[in-house]
């Protein structure tokens, strides 16, 4: 089992409510963990996983087509019933709500425990876990870290909308997605192949492109100036016969 428990700022961090306590956990660093394979001993072995923090399983879209992507798919020729069904398909395919982010980090993971909204805080959270186990027999205190959701101690959670995900499977309908979202969290690619890979990103259909663009600067924003510049591994990956320099606008 996995426990991480704090505030949750709706989507970037879990952090202390102590204002001395620098200890903090990025969420685009467990990203990076799982899409590295960096912790496979942990990641590879869990079976439950319990985010005690607000909103940690909210499924609220974060990312939302807006209605100038519909209007230009409109302006290139796509009929009315067309632009809808694409544009559902990238609201599905680029949603990135907490929910999704912590499924695609935690893959294949049985049962995620989370809050779809306000959790509670850790008194009230430790009283509900005293009287489950109080209250529990042995064979359904056994059943912690079982890997089957527990029906009981989801129930004492309810008022405080606790909720239960499963781990992104890779028969899942996201995963696509998230093996396009590790192409730029994956640590064991170097610089000229995650380059490569916004190159192939650029030359999609312009509306995901422009689904993209939070991935895209929040990737350069990682380059230094001598990576944007680099002439020969980005010339020789990405297939352009002069140094390149990477701008998202």
Do not use: W
Not at 48 to 65: K, M, P, S
Not at 175 to 201: E, G, I, N, P
Not at 225 to 246: E, L, V
């Amino acid at each position: 089992m996995l426990v991480i428990s704090g505030h949750f700022d709706g989507g970037d961090e879990f952090y202390s409510d102590r204002p001395d306590v620098r200890e903090y956990l990025p969420v685009d660093e467990m990203e990076r963990a799982s899409c590295s394979d960096s912790c496979s001993g942990l990641f590879s072995q869990l079976k439950e996983v319990y985010l005690f923090g607000c909103n940690t399983l909210n499924a609220d879209a974060q990312n939302i087509a807006s209605a100038e992507i519909g209007r230009s798919l409109a302006h290139s020729g796509y009929s009315v019933a067309d632009t809808d069904r694409v544009v559902r398909a990238l609201n599905q395919r680029h949603a990135d709500s907490n929910r999704d982010r912590m499924r695609q980090i935690f893959t294949n993971v049985p049962v995620i425990y989370g809050f779809s909204s306000k959790a509670p805080l850790g008194p009230t959270a430790a009283t509900l876990l005293d009287r489950y186990f109080q209250t529990s027999g042995s064979s359904e205190s056994a059943s912690v870290g079982s890997g089957r959701a527990n029906a009981k101690l989801l129930g004492l959670f309810a008022p405080s909308s606790m909720t239960v995900a499963t781990g992104l499977r890779d028969t899942d309908p996201q995963a696509d997605y998230r093996r396009d979202v590790c192409r730029f969290a994956d640590d064991r690619s170097s610089t000229a192949t995650k380059v490569a890979f916004v190159h192939d990103v650029l030359r999609r259909e312009m509306a995901e492109v422009r689904m993209f663009l939070g991935q895209l600067e929040k990737y350069v924003a990682t380059l230094a100036k001598s990576d944007r510049r680099a002439p020969t591994g980005i010339r020789s990956t990405a297939g352009y016969s002069r140094p390149f320099i990477i701008g998202v606008f």
